[in-house]
Structures are given as C-alpha cells and as structure tokens.
C-alpha cells in the first residue's frame, strides 16, 4: 500500500511508486476496483505515486500470455525510464 493512516510524513519518504497493468475485461477484479483502491492509496498518502494502465478488451489470462509480452514489457519499460530513470 502506500502507508497507513498512523504512519508519520517521514515514512511517506521510503515507499516507492506503484504501476498497476490490467486487461480491461479482467475476470478476477475490475478497472473500477482498482481504481477503487488506487483512491484509497492516494487518500492515505496524496504525494503516493501510482499509476493504472488499461490493456482495452483483454482478460486476465490473455494479458499473462506470451502473446501479450511485448506489450507488457513495452508498457513498464516506459514507465520505469519516466518513473525511475
């Protein structure tokens, strides 16, 4: 998560960003559950960096294939060099 509520300002330092990738027909959780909780995240900790990226009209296990991989990995290669890098 992106701390607690009783954490201090101090521990908000140390909690590294999230990336979140789903398909958008996902059969174990929906686009509004996650975004749900990525509320929650930034409710808790505002400066929480997240980020959610919808794969439209993929399920869960088409994501997963190998089919998807250089989607996927082209997708948290971006992400990492404008987050990380």
């Not at 201090?8 to 140390?14: G, N, T």
């Not at 398909?23 to 808790?44: C, H, I, W």
């Not at 959610?52 to 060099?81: C, I, M, R, T």
Request: overall charge negative; proline content about 7%.
């Amino acid at each position: 998560f992106c701390g607690s509520s009783s954490s201090s300002a101090e521990d908000y330092e140390e909690i590294p960003p999230k990336y979140f990738i789903m398909g958008e027909n996902d059969e174990f959780t929906s686009v509004e559950q996650l975004e749900s909780m990525v509320a929650r995240m930034k409710s808790v900790n505002p400066n929480c960096k997240v980020e959610v990226d919808v794969v439209p009209s993929v399920g869960h296990f088409q994501l997963e294939s190998p089919n998807y991989d250089p989607v996927v990995a082209e997708k948290v290669v971006q992400w990492l060099q404008d987050t990380i890098f």
